[in-house]
């Protein structure tokens, strides 16, 4: 738990849209064919969804617990706050 009081650093959801964005229009497309494939592309986008679903409930768990939360867009920024995404 971060008990300086410092925002925790996640994810941007936006990070996460994009990846599903991809998987289901391009590259479900480019496999679908291929049934093998295919199932593992469903399962990677599965995985994504829950990991997601994962974060909203921890950003819960930080709200209701008064820490804050910081939006990272990038491995190389500095940390910067971004506390308005949902």
Same mark, same amino acid.
């Given at each position: 738990m ?5 925002? &925790?650093? /996640?994810?941007s959801?936006?990070h996460?849209?994009?990846? !599903?964005?991809?998987?289901?229009? #391009?590259?479900?497309a480019a ?8 199932q593992?592309?469903h399962?990677?986008i &599965?995985? /994504? ?5 994962q974060?909203?409930q !921890?950003?819960?768990?930080?709200? #209701?617990?008064?820490?804050p939360?910081?939006y ?5 920024q500095?940390?910067?706050s971004?506390?308005s995404?949902?």
């Amino acid at each position: 738990m971060a008990s300086s009081g410092r925002p &925790v650093p /996640l994810p941007s959801h936006i990070h996460y849209e994009l990846l !599903l964005q991809l998987l289901e229009q #391009q590259t479900m497309a480019a496999v679908y064919q291929t049934p093998q494939l295919r199932q593992q592309v469903h399962e990677l986008i &599965v995985t /994504l969804r829950k990991a997601l679903s994962q974060q909203r409930q !921890l950003e819960d768990t930080c709200k #209701q617990i008064n820490i804050p939360i910081e939006y990272q867009w990038s491995t190389n920024q500095p940390m910067e706050s971004f506390s308005s995404e949902p």
